[in-house]
């Protein structure tokens, strides 16, 4: 599954010391699915006053600032040097179209049950789990309710294996 709910829509946002961070924005994020990607029924991941601010910040875009927004989306992992094409997103997220949120329930759980271990050995923690926040990006998991499936089965397999 293509794994984008790190998305960014800038990736040079300036604080007044002059550090860069990054950041997400619902309506960028949008014009990108709804315009740009196009994904098939992508309007009913969006309420009527998101769909209207996407179709609004698209318009008063450059195209260097449409290209810019669509290299970012495209980009996936923060740190990889993979990106997608329109394309390959398009064919990567048909190749997933078919699984229902228990299927990728299952998977989220096999998953923290491989990983568990691993980070155990590293002495790592899972600190990103109670940042999760669901609606975020449709990329990732779908139609899973990312946050109650982690709390109500994942955290029981984190916590059990690292206390």
Known sequence: MPLLDWSRTDLQVEFKDGSLTT????????????ILLQRPQAEHSYNTGHIEQARQLFTG??????????QTVLLGLP?????YSL???RTAL?????IGEA???ENLIAFVKEMAPVAEEGACSWPSLPMIR?????????????TQTLNRYCRPVIHARMG
């Open 79 to 83: 740190g990889s040097l993979q990106a």
């Open 103 to 105: 299927e990728l329930r």
């Open 61 to 70: 875009m450059s195209e260097s600032q449409k290209e810019k927004l669509k």
């Open 23 to 34: 950041k997400f924005e619902t309506k960028a994020f949008a014009a990108f699915d709804l």
């Open 87 to 89: 394309e390959e997103l």
């Open 134 to 146: 669901p609606g975020r990006c449709w990329a990732c998991f779908a139609s899973c309710a990312i």
């Open 94 to 98: 048909r190749e997933y179209a078919e």
